[in-house]
């Protein structure tokens, strides 16, 4: 068989990450997504394990891995706070995992029933940030996670655009505020309000640490002034302590440059 016989290539004009991956979908005639972004890596073993987890959990419609970072030469290991997973098993609370520490899974460590992101949308379109979020909460509120502690995908961060970290949205995205909203209004069990409260919590934080790096103090404290972000007290009051003496230097900085005595009047 001619590898144009299986691969095609798609073309449109740019419309952003969410709308190439649900062009993707639509016209993928499989029954399932395996997701692979910019030049992230699969291991030897993923595809075999992602689909000895699609035979042994046949009630989940996604499947997905552990994964580590690479930078340059560098590997990172991610903040995965899975407690006592140490096997194959179905995700039974992924917003308290992800709210701990990063997220369990990434956009190329994940394989999905077409069927399902079809059904509910697929990813966002026209969202500045957490697309994929929005898909992974919709997951875990209506469906099983099959899961795999083995790390075997590669997230590679040189690909990452770099645009995002100089313009970090200021504002809760949208894939938050949904969810929030839906605590608000009932729409969440119980059972796991407090850890999706505490994940949109994370969200906040994360925003604010990215604001405070770039110096967008004023955004970064109206973030972490909001009540959900108290329910992480060592993560905010991390942040506030970065924001509060971040803003010191800042003014110090500035009240040197203005006593500086210029050219023009010292001659």
Same mark, same amino acid.
């Given at each position: 068989?001619?590898?144009?016989?299986?691969?095609?290539?798609? &073309? @449109?004009?740019?419309?952003?990450?969410?709308?190439?991956? $649900?062009?993707?979908?639509?016209?993928?005639?499989?029954?399932?997504?395996?997701?692979?972004?910019?030049?992230?890596?699969?291991?030897?073993?993923?595809?075999? %394990?992602?689909? @000895?987890? /699609?035979?042994?959990?046949? @009630?989940? %419609?996604?499947?997905?891995?552990?994964?580590?970072?690479?930078?340059?030469? &560098?590997? +990172?290991?991610?903040?995965?706070?899975?407690?006592?997973?140490?096997?194959?098993?179905?995700?039974? $609370?992924?917003?308290?995992?992800?709210?701990?520490?990063?997220?369990?899974?990434?956009?190329?460590?994940?394989? +999905?029933?077409? @069927?399902?992101?079809?059904?509910?949308?697929?990813?966002?379109? !026209?969202?500045?940030?957490?697309?994929?979020?929005?898909?992974?909460?919709?997951?875990?509120?209506?469906?099983?996670?099959? #899961?795999?502690?083995?790390?075997?995908?590669? #997230?590679?961060?040189?690909?990452?655009?770099?645009?995002?970290?100089?313009?970090?949205?200021?504002?809760?995205?949208?894939?938050?505020?949904?969810?929030?909203?839906?605590?608000?209004? !009932?729409?969440?069990?119980?059972?796991?309000?407090?850890?999706?409260?505490? /994940?949109?919590?994370?969200?906040?934080?994360?925003?604010?640490?990215?604001?405070?790096? $770039?110096?967008?103090?004023?955004?970064?404290?109206?973030?972490? &002034?909001?009540?959900?972000?108290?329910?992480?007290?060592?993560?905010?009051?991390?942040?506030?302590?970065?924001?509060?003496?971040?803003?010191?230097?800042?003014? /110090?900085?500035?009240?040197?440059?203005?006593?500086?005595?210029?050219?023009?009047?010292?001659?």
């Amino acid at each position: 068989m001619k590898l144009g016989e299986k691969v095609h290539l798609l &073309s @449109q004009k740019n419309g952003g990450v969410s709308k190439a991956r $649900n062009t993707g979908i639509a016209h993928a005639s499989g029954t399932h997504i395996a997701l692979m972004d910019a030049d992230d890596r699969w291991r030897p073993g993923y595809t075999a %394990k992602i689909h @000895q987890l /699609y035979n042994n959990f046949p @009630q989940a %419609k996604a499947f997905a891995s552990a994964y580590v970072k690479l930078q340059g030469n &560098s590997v +990172i290991n991610p903040k995965i706070r899975l407690g006592n997973i140490k096997k194959d098993c179905i995700l039974s $609370n992924y917003f308290a995992i992800a709210a701990k520490g990063d997220l369990p899974f990434m956009t190329s460590s994940i394989c +999905i029933e077409k @069927q399902f992101l079809m059904k509910t949308g697929g990813f966002p379109e !026209g969202e500045p940030m957490g697309e994929d979020q929005d898909v992974w909460a919709r997951l875990s509120l209506t469906s099983k996670i099959a #899961y795999s502690p083995e790390i075997l995908s590669c #997230y590679v961060l040189d690909a990452e655009n770099r645009a995002c970290h100089h313009n970090t949205p200021k504002r809760e995205c949208p894939f938050s505020q949904r969810l929030n909203n839906a605590v608000i209004d !009932g729409e969440i069990p119980s059972a796991l309000r407090a850890s999706v409260l505490k /994940y949109t919590a994370t969200h906040l934080i994360h925003l604010a640490t990215a604001l405070i790096d $770039n110096h967008e103090f004023e955004a970064a404290k109206k973030l972490l &002034s909001d009540k959900r972000c108290r329910k992480l007290p060592i993560k905010r009051l991390k942040q506030q302590l970065r924001l509060h003496m971040k803003s010191l230097r800042q003014m /110090y900085s500035r009240t040197l440059s203005s006593d500086k005595p210029s050219l023009e009047s010292s001659c």
